[in-house]
């Protein structure tokens, strides 16, 4: 199923205007971010602070691009999975003793404070203002101006190929059958002898990886890295994308994700000022009738062509 999307997002994206193109590699870029909440979720774990690392890969990007002169934008993407990765290995020490709502508050606090030194510390991260990025290179060349969108669409499709292929063997692995079971009932798993820290522990230090493999994407495409990134909306955003989508499924972020732009960007056309409370308004709807999110419609219709005997499905 994951491969036939990446195929037709591949073979379409040529033909669609440049800022749909924009607009795609933007909502690929964040699904990495929400795919990495998600197998917290998983777990029955809710970051509010994920932020903090998306904005570690975006500013990764940016110091890399300032400091070391480093342009190549398949290298630039691995640096923001490492900034990610390495904040959240530290952080993670001390978060993975947590459950709850204690979890969901030390990450948002943690963020906020992450927000805060890079509004201080203006003479380093350029405050307010943020850090610019320049074009990218591909194989050491620049593409030309008509091509570049698509050029970062494609990098942005790769990556998100590779990572929901990586992550969909993660959630049928033991450690991901263990991570479902943590969210059923972790005193029985602890007893019975399973990793209960250490198996958080290396969920979320991957989470953050992925979330700053998906900041570094978005600054190539966006090209300004902000303290904004790293700010409690733009976590509670991943939150909301991730219920949207649904998480019961590696395509679901994917999906929620790609959606939740266009919509977005639909609705502050025609509602500038109440563009929120439509949105609003359809988490709300999806909550109340499809508590596992989009992707679920997908899932009943297979799993009733399963029953029916016309394929077979593997789960996920």
Not at 24 to 46: E, F, P, T
Not at 49 to 69: N, T
Request: glycine share 12%.
């Amino acid at each position: 199923m994951q491969w036939a999307i990446v195929l037709l997002l591949a073979i379409v994206a040529p033909l669609l205007p440049g800022w749909t193109v924009f607009l795609l590699s933007v909502a690929l870029a964040k699904a990495l971010v929400v795919l990495g909440i998600g197998l917290l979720m998983r777990g029955g774990l809710v970051s509010f602070g994920h932020g903090m690392y998306y904005a570690a890969g975006a500013y990764g990007v940016a110091f890399a691009m300032k400091l070391m002169g480093i342009r190549e934008a398949l290298v630039l993407a691995v640096l923001g999975l490492v900034a990610g990765g390495l904040l959240a290995s530290v952080l993670g020490m001390l978060l993975a003793r947590y459950r709850g709502l204690f979890f969901a508050m030390l990450n948002l606090a943690l963020s906020m404070m992450v927000y805060g030194a890079l509004l201080k510390f203006y003479w380093v991260t350029g405050g307010t203002d943020g850090m610019a990025v320049r074009q990218a290179t591909f194989g050491g060349f620049v593409p030309p101006a008509g091509l570049l969108r698509v050029a970062y669409f494609y990098l942005s499709l790769g990556v998100v190929a590779i990572v929901v292929s990586m992550a969909h063997r993660l959630v049928r692995s033991p450690m991901g059958y263990l991570l479902r079971a943590l969210r059923d009932n972790e005193v029985r798993v602890n007893y019975m002898g399973g990793w209960v820290e250490q198996t958080i522990y290396r969920v979320y230090v991957l989470s953050g990886g992925l979330a700053g493999l998906g900041g570094s994407l978005v600054v190539l495409n966006v090209g300004h890295a902000v303290p904004d990134f790293a700010y409690w909306s733009q976590s509670g955003e991943f939150v909301f994308v991730a219920l949207f989508g649904g998480y019961g499924h590696v395509l679901g972020p994917l999906s929620g994700s790609i959606l939740f732009e266009f919509v977005r960007s639909y609705a502050y056309k025609v509602s500038p000022y109440t563009w929120q409370l439509l949105l609003g308004a359809m988490l709300a709807l999806v909550i109340l009738f499809l508590p596992e999110g989009l992707w679920s419609l997908v899932e009943r219709r297979m799993a009733r062509r399963d029953r029916w005997g016309w394929s077979w499905r593997p789960s996920s």
